[in-house]
């Protein structure tokens, strides 16, 4: 069974561009969740999909935004980016919203913003 | 607060046992997650122990979990180089569903 896949892997960007990562999951798992990690904040909830619909979000500004697709498929956007968005960014699955899922995480996409 | 106290760094000799620590700070923790990161590399997850439970082996791999402390461990037996990693300890919270919170981190280095 494939793992998660994040695409893509390397990513730089200038300060006020917009960006789109994209993340799927594996095979039969509808949740996705999105993480940002960095040196200094390490790793911090961004938001989860489940059925196409945003279930829990994390304390990021609305710069920040993501969906889920029927296949469940999700992407992120992040909208003027600034110098801070400079980050590994990383894609999680898991089979269903119940608890004793546990997460299965993608390799990520570094985003590099100059 | 939100805080998952982890300590920075642990050396070791190859052949040695491995103890990480973790402190968490909700005790409406339900699963408490360990997860291996490589350089370059995404998250692996090691092991996972739901709140209730008090001890969990996986191989070389063994949890302890003391909910009254709130204080979490990892020990990894007969530690070998290929281990050298930063590992994660997570919570997963009650009202969290997938949500996870984080620990800093702890970059076990393992010599010959």
């Known amino acids: 069974k494939a793992g998660v896949t994040q695409t893509p892997r390397y990513l730089i960007k200038t300060r006020g561009q917009q960006v789109t990562l994209s993340c799927s999951p594996i095979s039969g798992h509808r949740s996705v969740s999105w993480y940002q990690q960095t040196p200094g904040q390490g790793l911090q909830f961004l938001f989860e999909y489940f059925s196409e619909t945003q279930r829990n979000k994390g304390n990021f500004p609305g710069r920040f935004s993501g969906r889920q697709f029927s296949n469940s498929r999700s992407e992120m956007n992040v909208s003027t980016l600034e110098l801070g968005d400079s980050a590994l960014y990383l894609c999680?699955?898991?089979?269903?919203?119940?608890?004793?899922?546990?997460?299965?995480f993608g390799n990520g996409t570094r985003l590099t913003v100059t | 607060g939100e805080d998952v106290e982890q300590s920075l760094f642990l050396s070791v000799r190859e052949g040695d046992s491995s103890v990480i620590n973790c402190t968490y700070t909700?005790?409406?923790?339900?699963?408490l997650y360990w997860y291996k990161q490589e350089p370059g590399a995404g998250l692996q997850l090691l092991t996972y122990?739901?709140?209730?439970?008090d001890m969990k082996q996986d191989q070389r791999l063994t949890v302890l979990l003391n909910k009254k402390d709130k204080h979490l461990s990892l020990r990894i037996a007969d530690t070998q180089t290929g281990d050298s990693a930063i590992y994660f300890c997570a919570e997963r919270r009650a009202t969290g569903f997938q949500k996870l919170v984080f620990g800093t981190g702890t970059r076990l280095l393992v010599s010959p």
């Open positions: 909700d005790s409406s923790s339900t699963y």
């Open positions: 999680a699955s898991s089979p269903s919203g119940q608890e004793v899922a546990p997460l299965h």
């Open positions: 122990i739901f709140s209730n439970m």
